[in-house]
C-alpha cells in the first residue's frame, strides 16, 4: 500500500506564509512529477504547482512569485512555501503523485486527503 499524506494547513491572515509539506511511503521504486492542487468551494480542483524528479518546475498564473515548490528526493517528501497569501488562495490543498510500485513496477496515481488553507482578509 502505498500513501500521500500532507500536512502544514491552518488558518493564516491575508499577506502571510504557510508551508505545506506532502510525503510518500509505502513499497515505492520511485515517484514521477509531485503537484499540489487545490478546491475552493464550489470550484473545480486546479493545478497549483509541479516539480519533475530533476527539480523543473511549473505554477499556476495566480501563483507565480509567491508560491514556490520543491522536494526531497531521499524522503519522498514535496513542499509548498506559500508567501503573500490572499483570500483566494483559501481552499483544500491536495497533493498528488505518480508512483511506480517496487513489486509491481506499475504506476499508480495517488492522492492525499488534503490539508485545509484559509486566509482571512
Known amino acids: 500500500q502505498v500513501q500521500l499524506v500532507e500536512s502544514g494547513g491552518g488558518l493564516v491572515q491575508a499577506g502571510g506564509s504557510l508551508r505545506l509539506s506532502c510525503t510518500a511511503s509505502g513499497s515505492i521504486f520511485r515517484l514521477n512529477d509531485m503537484r499540489w492542487y487545490r478546491q475552493a468551494p464550489e470550484k473545480q480542483r486546479e493545478l497549483v504547482a509541479s516539480v519533475t524528479t530533476g527539480g523543473s518546475t511549473v505554477y499556476a498564473d495566480s501563483v507565480k512569485g509567491r508560491f514556490t515548490i520543491s522536494r526531497d528526493n531521499a524522503k519522498n517528501t514535496v513542499y509548498l512555501q506559500m508567501n503573500s497569501l490572499k483570500s483566494e488562495d483559501t481552499a483544500v490543498y491536495y497533493c498528488?503523485?505518480?508512483?511506480?510500485?517496487?513489486?509491481?513496477?506499475?504506476?499508480?496515481?495517488?492522492w492525499g486527503r488534503g490539508t485545509q488553507v484559509t486566509v482571512s482578509p
Open positions: 498528488h503523485a505518480p508512483m511506480v510500485i517496487l513489486t509491481s513496477r506499475a504506476t499508480i496515481s495517488t
